[in-house]
C-alpha cells in the first residue's frame, strides 16, 4: 500500500495545486463508483439480471456524459483506468482458475463442435456486417481493422453470466448445462487469443497473412509454455509456500505470480489478459487451488466492478439520441449487431451432430457476452481502433446480449431435471 501511496500522491497533487483535495476528489470518486457498483447491482438482480449489467448502468450514470462524477480525463481518470486494469487481470485470473481442462475432455466432441462454430460464425457474420454497413462512423482509414475487431468481439462467451443463471436453475449439471459450460470456456480460450491477434494488428495497424500468423503463433505459444511449464512448477512451488507462517501467502503470491504473468506476456508481445489467464490455469492444478479461489474472490469483488464502471462510463449517452444528426442510425447499427450476435449463437448450438440435448437452449446459452465482451471494446476503444460511436455500438451489444439471455435461458430449463449422466456426450 506504501507504493501505491507514493506512485499515485505525486500524480493526483500534480491536478492543480492542492494536493490533499486532490486526493479527497480521487477518493470520493472512488467511494461513489464502489457504492453505486453494489447498489446498481443490486437492483439488476433483483429483476433477474447479472449484476454486471447494474454496474455497466452505474458507469454511465457516473460517467463524464451524465453526472460527471467519473472525469474522462485527468489524474483522477488516469488512477481509475489502472484500478480497472487491476480489475480485468484479476477477473481473467479467476476465470483461469475456473477453467479445468480435464472437465472440458469429458463434454466431448459437442462442446468443441459447438464452440468452433461459436467462435467462426459470428466472427464472419460481424466482419461482413460492418465492412458493408454504409460508414458515418469510425475512421475510414481503420475500417478493415475495425471490421475484425468487430467480428472478433462477437466471438466470446460469458462464462459466468451463463453459469449463474444455470446454478440458479439446478441445470448446471445437466446435458446442455455441461455442453455450455464447456464451449463457453472454449469460446473464452479462442476469444482471448483472437483479442491478442487484433491487439497486435491494431498496434501495427495493418493487416497481412504473415502479423496474424506471426501474432497468433506468439499467443498460442505463450499460453502453451506457460501451462506446461507453470504446471510441471507450480504444484511444487505452493506445496512450499503452504508452510510458510506468515498470513495469507499462498493468495497473496499467487495474484504476484498473476501479475508477473501477465507482464511477461506483455513483454512477449502478447496481452497481458492472456498472462493473468494462463496463471489462473496453471494454480487451478495445485492443492491449495480451493484457498487461492476463496482468498481471491474478495479482491475481485473490490476491483472488477470498477473496471465494469470504468466501461460504463466511457459511453457517451448524447450519442445514443435518436434526434442528434446519427443518433438513429447508430441506434439502428447497435440493434442490427445484437440480432446479429443472439442469431449466430444461437445457430451454434445446432451445430453438434448428437441429438440428445435441446440444441436451442445450448445456443442461447452461449449468447451473453458479458465480461469478455466487455474487455475486447475497452480494449479497442484504448487502443484507438474504436472511435466513441462504434465502442457505443459494442457496448449496446454486449449489454443487449446479457439482458436477454438469462431470461430466455430460465424459460427454456423450466422444469427440467438436471441429473442427466455425462456419458451422453461422449
Known amino acids: 500500500m506504501t507504493l501505491t501511496a507514493g506512485a499515485v500522491t505525486p500524480v493526483l497533487e500534480a491536478a492543480g495545486g492542492a494536493g490533499g483535495h486532490s486526493i479527497a476528489g480521487f477518493l470520493l470518486?472512488?467511494?461513489?463508483?464502489?457504492?453505486?457498483?453494489?447498489?446498481?447491482?443490486?437492483?439488476?438482480?433483483?429483476?433477474?439480471?447479472?449484476?454486471?449489467?447494474?454496474?455497466?448502468?452505474?458507469?454511465?450514470?457516473?460517467?463524464?456524459?451524465?453526472?460527471?462524477?467519473?472525469?474522462?480525463?485527468?489524474?483522477?481518470?488516469?488512477?481509475?483506468?489502472?484500478?480497472?486494469?487491476?480489475?480485468?487481470?484479476?477477473?481473467?485470473?479467476?476465470?483461469?482458475?475456473?477453467?479445468?481442462?480435464?472437465?472440458?475432455?469429458?463434454?466431448?466432441?459437442?462442446?468443441?463442435?459447438?464452440?468452433?462454430v461459436g467462435v467462426l460464425l459470428p466472427f464472419l457474420a460481424g466482419y461482413l456486417f460492418w465492412s458493408n454497413v454504409p460508414h458515418g462512423m469510425g475512421d475510414p482509414d481503420t475500417l478493415s481493422t475495425a471490421a475484425v475487431f468487430?467480428?472478433?468481439?462477437?466471438?466470446?462467451?460469458?462464462?459466468?453470466?451463463?453459469?449463474?443463471?444455470?446454478?440458479?436453475?439446478?441445470?448446471?449439471?445437466?446435458?446442455?448445462?455441461?455442453?455450455?459450460?464447456?464451449?463457453?470456456?472454449?469460446?473464452?480460450?479462442?476469444?482471448?487469443?483472437?483479442?491478442?491477434?487484433?491487439?497486435?494488428?491494431?498496434?501495427?495497424?495493418?493487416?497481412?497473412?504473415?502479423?496474424?500468423?506471426?501474432?497468433?503463433?506468439?499467443?498460442?505459444?505463450?499460453?502453451?509454455?506457460?501451462?506446461?511449464?507453470g504446471g510441471w512448477v507450480a504444484p511444487r512451488l505452493f506445496r512450499s509456500i503452504a508452510n510458510m507462517k506468515v498470513s495469507y501467502a499462498v493468495p497473496t503470491i499467487a495474484l504476484a505470480i498473476a501479475f508477473a504473468l501477465a507482464a511477461v506476456a506483455d513483454l512477449a508481445g502478447s496481452a497481458m489478459i492472456m498472462g493473468a489467464f494462463a496463471a489462473g490455469i496453471i494454480l487451478a492444478r495445485t492443492e491449495q487451488y480451493n484457498a487461492i479461489e476463496d482468498r481471491v474472490k474478495p479482491v475481485g469483488a473490490l476491483l472488477t466492478p470498477i473496471f465494469f464502471v470504468s466501461v460504463g462510463s466511457s459511453l457517451d449517452i448524447n450519442l445514443l439520441n435518436p434526434t442528434r444528426p446519427g443518433g438513429g442510425f447508430l441506434l439502428l447499427v447497435a440493434l442490427g449487431l445484437t440480432v446479429l450476435a443472439v442469431v449466430t449463437k444461437v445457430a451454434a448450438g445446432y451445430a453438434s451432430p448428437w441429438k440428445k440435448f435441446r440444441r436451442l437452449a445450448v445456443g442461447v446459452g452461449m449468447v451473453p457476452r458479458g465480461e469478455v465482451g466487455l474487455i475486447f471494446a475497452d480494449v479497442g476503444r484504448r487502443s484507438g481502433l474504436l472511435t466513441d460511436d462504434v465502442f457505443s455500438v459494442v457496448l449496446l451489444m454486449v449489454m443487449g446480449t446479457t439482458f436477454v439471455a438469462p431470461p430466455l435461458l430460465k424459460l427454456l430449463f423450466r422444469g427440467q431435471s438436471t441429473d442427466v449422466g455425462a456419458e451422453h456426450l461422449l
Do not use: C, H, W
Open 150 to 229: 468487430i467480428g472478433a468481439a462477437l466471438t466470446a462467451t460469458s462464462v459466468g453470466i451463463t453459469a449463474r443463471v444455470l446454478s440458479d436453475l439446478s441445470n448446471l449439471g445437466s446435458i446442455e448445462g455441461r455442453i455450455i459450460i464447456g464451449a463457453a470456456v472454449i469460446d473464452d480460450v479462442l476469444g482471448l487469443v483472437i483479442l491478442t491477434v487484433v491487439s497486435g494488428i491494431a498496434a501495427g495497424g495493418s493487416v497481412s497473412p504473415y502479423s496474424v500468423a506471426r501474432i497468433l503463433g506468439v499467443a498460442v505459444g505463450f499460453l502453451v509454455i506457460a501451462v506446461a511449464i
Open 29 to 116: 470518486t472512488l467511494a461513489a463508483i464502489l457504492v453505486a457498483a453494489k447498489l446498481f447491482g443490486e437492483v439488476a438482480e433483483r429483476i433477474g439480471q447479472p449484476a454486471v449489467l447494474g454496474e455497466l448502468l452505474a458507469g454511465v450514470v457516473l460517467g463524464a456524459s451524465a453526472l460527471g462524477v467519473i472525469p474522462a480525463a485527468g489524474p483522477t481518470a488516469e488512477i481509475i483506468t489502472i484500478l480497472a486494469e487491476l480489475g480485468v487481470l484479476v477477473l481473467l485470473f479467476e476465470i483461469g482458475l475456473e477453467t479445468d481442462l480435464r472437465e472440458m475432455r469429458k463434454v466431448g466432441g459437442s462442446a468443441i463442435s459447438v464452440a468452433a
